[in-house]
């Protein structure tokens, strides 16, 4: 370990001895875990805290799953005693095969992080604010449960249950216990996911095109060219154990292009990097679409051909729609008439910067290895204010080679044969049917926030306007929020109106493991079981082919009072709002019965299990077989871990999308239908609506992928570099924020520096601006300001900086705090980024959003 590490944890000690606070304080139980970890390293306390296991001692493989992203990966856990030892994937997997990323491994930091919250807690400081001490301490379970439920009953005999509200963040497939059917039952519409600060934006272009509303699967192992966009798979993104072990049979067989403003980890690698101006991608898209159609090179038994086989794509010129006979797709001609004609790789390279021999060479190569070629959209094109269009300009890729459900390209998820938990219907009265019929506090569907979901105007979230909607309390106040495993006052942008807003409803839980920046406001405390070690439950993903359900299960010991969010919370508050007459949340629960056994839940151990079989019962019950992997029973099943599906069936969806045409459609008409149907809800025009939402597109533009330049807030002359957000290869989403080795390991990102939160400048740049690497600085956007250390750097294109998100945490911890409860450890990224939308699918903006200045406070 250099010096430099080696002060800085020597100081995080040290400030930690002289100032804990009351928060960190309370969070250990009783003082003896607490003490048996002071004095070492927080990094070494795994061990003390877990107890004594004899070293000789041999251990046993379990099968778990991992959510530190959204990969959801099948993995094994080593148990010695008690207590978890190491992680690897799980070889039954054919989605995850075995692999592991590096980030896996520190959720053996997560689990015996000293600071977790082991037991519930109050608040005791009525005041609420980021220099409030909230003065928690420790209190029963039954007591924390007992005011819930009172909270809630008080709700409901006001006949105001829609005040209630549940927060979602990272979720297993048992949320709809908590999510779903406990919102209704109580009778509230405000079940708030954090879907729409996730990806979105970038499941709207394949939903507009392809008919299909979630991550798509990669067929690397037989592309030919593999083009991505802003995404990075050796690090981010999903399923990365499979991508990153396979990629090197990739590189020899594919040629690999990435379109992103820095120098990413895959880009590192990749044949080709593009580094874009920000928010240009559809400039970019378009133009190789334009040199596909007009060097012939698109999927003539995806799209088809001119009657007479001879092509009039001509540069600028208009084609005749009756001379093209397509197949699969829809509005090809349309598409080139309305748009692409026009779209040349020289006006493709003066807006994104890029050269006209990169971009011809690019889309040649792309159009050429037809149809095993792979247009890979991540969240930079898509989660930005125009987004939406961008993300369907690069997935129309797909449909011109025709890579679409098909070997070496784009694929959708295998079937799988969970099911559903039982209705709610029946056991939602009066009050709460009256409750769940009014308008949902994020606003979605109103004119200026279409969030058009699967086609349907106002069905998607918008999770950040939530905040809005509290502090304007429009529609209406919320009176008790529950939030579970999720983070806004950090994870959402403009943060601040969060902890406003927190602070201003009267009364807020927080399930979580770990202190955060949303449990400082909150009023109760409820401390959760780590997904990987430690709770019952079920997750699904895709890649290889294949699609796998994966489950978790309790494989150590809890050394907290620890309670599962998504079942034993919900069935224990269940329980107290019986004992208060409102049984019918009981009642409901109780439904879910052991499908081996028939017998209902009478506990909250029992609700868990019986709920995980019941879900997953055709996939381990042979009498119930659907299809793939074939098990003898639950306890095969369990020990195994994993069901695999049948084997990808490729070209099945050809001709029969769920779209309005069942085609391709590069004309959606399915998009037009949406859009005309929240346009008449409005009593206006769909060009009215595009322009209310910060859209350029009128006319029969709205319906095709198109050019829209980036809408960015900030003017160049006071805020000169476009601010670029991206994700740390260890980032376990915003959960590893507490781990050394997320600091000790930090220079596995390109450019970054461990033990340090840089914003990445390209040399050029900063010798303009008088900056040298290691000088503290300042950086400012319209919205906000944050504090960093400024890296120099080749791997970003000039005019932009780059920072990875994941630190800048004032409350998460004693490793991720500066000063826990005081000062954060770097900058918060979200501190800068506006609350901006890409309004048709309610998506919160992380690129292309924001203009920023830098400033030098200190000489490195
Ligand atoms: N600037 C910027 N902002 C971003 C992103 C970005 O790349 N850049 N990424 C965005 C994306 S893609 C997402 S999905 C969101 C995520 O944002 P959120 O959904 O808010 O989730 P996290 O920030 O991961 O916070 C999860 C919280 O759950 C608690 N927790 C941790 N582990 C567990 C557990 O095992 N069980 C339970 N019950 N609780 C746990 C901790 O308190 C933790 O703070 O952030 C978004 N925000
Ligand atoms: N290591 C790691 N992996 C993760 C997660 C994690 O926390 N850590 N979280 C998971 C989750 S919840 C999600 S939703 C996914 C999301 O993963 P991604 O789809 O990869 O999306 P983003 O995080 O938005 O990052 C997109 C990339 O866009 C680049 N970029 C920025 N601006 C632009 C632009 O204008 N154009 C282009 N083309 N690129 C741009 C950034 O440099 C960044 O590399 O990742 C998952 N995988
Ligand atoms: S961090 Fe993500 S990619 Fe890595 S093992 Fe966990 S779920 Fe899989
Ligand atoms: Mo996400």
């Known amino acids: 370990m250099n010096t430099h590490k080696h002060a800085m944890i020597?100081?995080?000690?040290?400030?930690?001895?002289?100032?804990?606070?009351?928060?960190?304080?309370?969070?250990?139980?009783?003082?003896?875990?607490?003490?048996?970890?002071?004095?070492?390293?927080?990094?070494?306390?795994a061990l003390a805290e877990a107890g004594d296991t004899p070293p000789e001692e041999k251990g046993t493989w379990h099968a778990g799953t991992c959510q530190g992203c959204t990969s959801w990966c099948a993995k094994q856990v080593y148990v010695v005693g008690d207590r978890a030892v190491k992680v690897r994937g799980n070889p039954h997997s054919k989605v995850c095969v075995g692999a592991s990323c590096v980030r896996a491994h520190m959720a053996l930091q997560q689990v015996y992080d000293p600071d977790r919250i082991k037991t519930p807690m109050k608040r005791t400081n009525p005041k609420k604010g980021r220099h409030e001490d909230p003065g928690f301490v420790p209190i029963s379970w039954d007591?924390?449960?007992?005011?819930?439920?009172?909270?809630?009953?008080?709700?409901?005999?006001?006949?105001?249950?829609?005040?209630?509200?549940?927060?979602?963040?990272?979720?297993?497939?048992?949320?709809?216990?908590?999510?779903?059917?406990?919102?209704?039952?109580?009778?509230?519409?405000?079940?708030?996911?954090?879907?729409?600060?996730?990806?979105?934006?970038?499941?709207?272009?394949?939903?507009?095109?392809?008919?299909?509303?979630?991550?798509?699967q990669y067929d690397v192992k037989k592309a030919r060219y593999v083009l991505i966009w802003g995404a990075d798979p050796l690090a981010a993104n999903r399923q990365v154990p499979f991508y990153t072990s396979v990629w090197g049979d990739v590189m020899e067989r594919a040629r690999v292009a990435v379109v992103e403003p820095r120098l990413s980890a895959t880009a590192g690698k990749a044949d080709e990097w593009l580094p874009i101006v920000p928010g240009q991608d559809s400039a970019l898209a378009l133009a190789i679409a334009h040199v596909i159609l007009t060097r012939g090179l698109w999927s003539r038994e995806f799209v088809g051909?001119?009657?007479?086989?001879?092509?009039?794509?001509?540069?600028?010129?208009?084609?005749?729609?009756?001379?093209?006979?397509?197949?699969?797709?829809?509005?090809?001609?349309?598409?080139?008439?309305?748009?692409?004609?026009?779209?040349?790789?020289?006006?493709?390279?003066?807006?994104?910067?890029?050269?006209?021999?990169?971009?011809?060479?690019?889309?040649?190569?792309?159009?050429?290895?037809?149809?095993?070629?792979?247009?890979?959209?991540?969240?930079?094109?898509?989660?930005?204010?125009?987004?939406?269009?961008?993300?369907?300009?690069?997935?129309?890729?797909?449909?011109?080679?025709?890579?679409?459900?098909?070997?070496?390209?784009?694929?959708?998820?295998?079937?799988?044969?969970?099911?559903?938990?039982?209705?709610?219907?029946?056991?939602?009265?009066?009050?709460?049917k009256k409750g769940k019929k009014h308008e949902k506090i994020d606003q979605r569907g109103r004119l200026t926030f279409p969030a058009l979901k699967s086609g349907k105007p106002g069905s998607a979230v918008l999770t950040n306007n939530a905040a809005d909607g509290i502090l304007n309390e429009d529609p209406y106040e919320i009176k008790v929020a529950v939030g579970y495993m999720n983070n806004f006052t950090f994870?959402?942008?403009?943060?601040?109106?969060?902890?406003?807003?927190?602070?201003?409803?009267?009364?807020?839980?927080?399930?979580?493991?770990?202190a955060s920046e949303f449990s400082w406001f909150s009023d109760l405390l409820l401390p959760n079981t780590h997904h990987l070690f430690e709770k019952y439950g079920y997750v699904k993903s895709i890649a290889n082919g294949y699609r796998h359900v994966t489950l978790m299960q309790p494989v150590i010991k809890?050394?907290?009072?620890?309670?599962?969010?998504?079942?034993?919370?919900?069935?224990?508050?269940?329980?107290?709002?019986?004992?208060?007459?409102?049984?019918?949340?009981?009642?409901?629960?109780?439904?879910?019965?052991?499908?081996?056994?028939?017998?209902?839940?009478?506990?909250?151990?029992?609700?868990?299990?019986?709920?995980?079989?019941?879900?997953?019962?055709?996939?381990?019950?042979?009498?119930?077989?659907?299809?793939?992997?074939?098990?003898?029973?639950?306890?095969e099943f369990l020990e195994t871990g994993v069901w695999n599906s049948d084997p990808y069936p490729y070209r099945k969806r050809w001709g029969k999308m769920k779209t309005a045409t069942e085609k391709f459609e590069f004309y959606s008409v399915t998009l037009k239908n949406a859009l005309e149907k929240h346009a008449k809800k409005h009593k206006t025009t769909v060009d009215e609506v595009l322009s209310a939402c910060n859209y350029e597109a009128q006319g029969e533009h709205a319906f095709i992928p198109h050019h829209e330049d980036p809408f960015t807030i900030g003017d160049a002359d006071t805020y000169p570099f476009v601010f670029v957000d991206h994700k740390s290869r260890l980032n376990r989403e915003g959960r590893?924020?507490?781990?050394?080795?997320?600091?000790?390991?930090?220079?596995?990102?390109?450019?970054?520096?461990?033990?340090?939160?840089?914003?990445?400048?390209?040399?050029?740049?900063?010798?303009?601006?008088?900056?040298?690497?290691?000088?503290?600085?300042?950086?400012?956007?319209?919205?906000?300001?944050?504090?960093?250390?400024?890296?120099?750097?080749?791997?970003?294109?000039?005019?932009?900086?780059?920072?990875?998100?994941?630190?800048?945490?004032?409350?998460?911890?004693?490793?991720?705090?500066?000063?826990?409860?005081?000062?954060p450890r770097g900058g918060n990224n979200n501190d800068l980024i506006p609350a901006e939308y890409d309004r048709l699918s309610g998506s919160t903006v992380r690129h292309a959003g924001t203009r920023v200045k830098i400033e030098r406070i200190e000489e490195g």
């Not at 819930?148 to 829609?162: P, S």
């Not at 942008?493 to 493991?513: G, M, N, S």
């Open 10 to 45: 020597t100081k995080l000690v040290s400030d930690l001895s002289m100032s804990r606070r009351h928060f960190l304080k309370a969070s250990a139980a009783g003082g003896t875990l607490l003490a048996a970890g002071m004095g070492l390293k927080p990094e070494l306390t």
């Open 143 to 216: 007591e924390a449960l007992d005011t819930l439920a009172d909270k809630i009953m008080a709700l409901r005999d006001a006949d105001e249950t829609h005040k209630y509200m549940l927060m979602r963040g990272r979720y297993t497939y048992m949320r709809d216990i908590l999510y779903d059917r406990m919102t209704k039952i109580i009778g509230s519409p405000n079940n708030i996911s954090h879907s729409a600060i996730c990806a979105e934006a970038e499941k709207f272009g394949s939903y507009y095109t392809e008919g299909y509303w979630s991550y798509r």
């Open 305 to 432: 051909d001119f009657k007479d086989g001879s092509n009039r794509f001509v540069p600028g010129q208009t084609v005749d729609e009756s001379t093209f006979d397509e197949a699969f797709t829809h509005g090809v001609v349309a598409w080139w008439n309305l748009e692409v004609k026009d779209r040349s790789p020289a006006w493709a390279a003066e807006k994104t910067g890029l050269p006209v021999a990169q971009i011809l060479r690019v889309a040649e190569d792309f159009g050429k290895a037809a149809p095993r070629a792979i247009s890979w959209v991540g969240g930079g094109p898509s989660m930005q204010v125009r987004g939406g269009y961008g993300s369907m300009a690069c997935h129309a890729l797909n449909g011109l080679v025709g890579a679409c459900d098909n070997e070496g390209g784009t694929l959708v998820s295998n079937k799988e044969y969970t099911r559903k938990f039982p209705k709610p219907d029946a056991f939602m009265d009066d009050i709460a």
């Open 491 to 514: 994870s959402c942008t403009q943060p601040d109106r969060w902890e406003r807003a927190l602070a201003k409803i009267p009364f807020v839980a927080h399930l979580t493991t770990h």
């Open 558 to 635: 809890r050394i907290g009072d620890y309670k599962t969010d998504e079942t034993e919370v919900p069935w224990l508050l269940a329980e107290k709002l019986s004992q208060r007459g409102f049984d019918n949340l009981l009642r409901h629960y109780k439904e879910y019965r052991d499908p081996e056994t028939g017998k209902e839940p009478t506990t909250a151990d029992e609700f868990s299990l019986y709920a995980l079989k019941y879900a997953t019962q055709s996939l381990w019950d042979p009498a119930q077989y659907k299809g793939g992997d074939k098990f003898n029973g639950w306890k």
């Open 736 to 823: 590893s924020a507490n781990c050394t080795w997320y600091y000790d390991f930090k220079d596995l990102d390109p450019g970054d520096e461990p033990w340090q939160d840089v914003a990445k400048i390209n040399p050029a740049d900063a010798k303009k601006i008088g900056i040298k690497s290691g000088d503290t600085i300042r950086i400012t956007s319209p919205t906000g300001t944050i504090e960093c250390t400024a890296k120099l750097w080749e791997g970003i294109r000039p005019g932009t900086v780059a920072k990875c998100f994941g630190q800048g945490h004032w409350a998460y911890g004693r490793v991720a705090a500066g000063e826990f409860g005081k000062t």
